[in-house]
């Protein structure tokens, strides 16, 4: 199964995707934390990747869509995938429709005022991807892998405010054109982790 997940900054797209991945058993393909892992190892593309994702804009499309191929080249992928984060605009889109034909397009409705909240209190660990809130891990360790927490620098007040405006105007045309290739399926974002996984399901069945 080839999937895409969408859904604004701060939807609960990349903890929902974690949750797909284990269940299907299918690689969990983020270009945002591909992007921090790439930043934290110093490479070359993080160096570049950094100043867009601090300031809350995308990353240019040749340096992501790059990024992406080669991911999706390897051999984990051959039997399905979930993107989480790709693509973002339609350029990504149509690179992406050139290398793989995807089975479904899931979008997380949400409320965007109620979304800087989620992202202000979002903790992740930058070793393993694992994303939680400060409520939930109280003592700032990754569960998952047991290294440290941190609060990712584009989720300040100033930055996601600036990530909403360019998701409502580079990503939110993407619903639309699934939709348009009949692969979409809108899911309620609002609810509890389960309920939303829940739904998820029912609409890959
Ligand atoms: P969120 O979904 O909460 O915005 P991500 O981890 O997916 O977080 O992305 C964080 C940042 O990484 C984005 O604001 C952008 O700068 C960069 N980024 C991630 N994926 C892409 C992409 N497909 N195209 C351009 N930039 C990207
Ligand atoms: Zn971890």
Same mark, same amino acid.
């Given at each position: 199964m080839n999937l895409i997940i969408m859904g604004a900054p701060g939807s609960g797209k990349g903890t929902q995707a974690a949750i797909i991945c284990k269940t299907h058993n299918i690689p969990h393909i983020s270009t945002g934390d591909l992007l921090r892992k790439n930043i934290a190892d110093g490479t070359e593309l993080g160096k570049k990747a950094k100043e867009f994702m601090d300031a809350g804009k995308l990353v240019p499309d040749d340096l992501v869509i790059a990024l992406l191929k080669n991911r999706i080249s390897e051999a984990d992928c051959k039997n399905g995938f979930l993107l989480d984060g790709f693509p973002r605009t339609k350029a990504q889109a149509d690179a992406l429709a050139e290398i793989v034909d995807i089975d479904i397009a899931l979008n997380l409705i949400t409320d965007l005022n109620k979304l800087a909240d989620r992202m202000a209190s979002r903790r992740v660990c930058l070793k393993c991807g694992f994303t939680t809130s400060a409520q939930d891990a109280p003592d700032g360790i /990754?569960?998952? /892998?047991g290294d440290k927490l941190v609060i990712r620098d584009d989720d300040k007040r100033e930055v996601v405010e600036n990530r909403l405006k360019v998701y409502e105007a580079n990503t939110a045309p993407l619903v639309e054109y699934y939709e348009q290739k009949g692969l979409l399926k809108a899911v309620?974002?609002?609810?509890?982790i389960e309920a939303v996984n829940a739904a998820i399901e029912a609409a890959l069945k």
């Open positions: /990754c569960k998952a /892998c309620d974002g609002m609810q509890s």
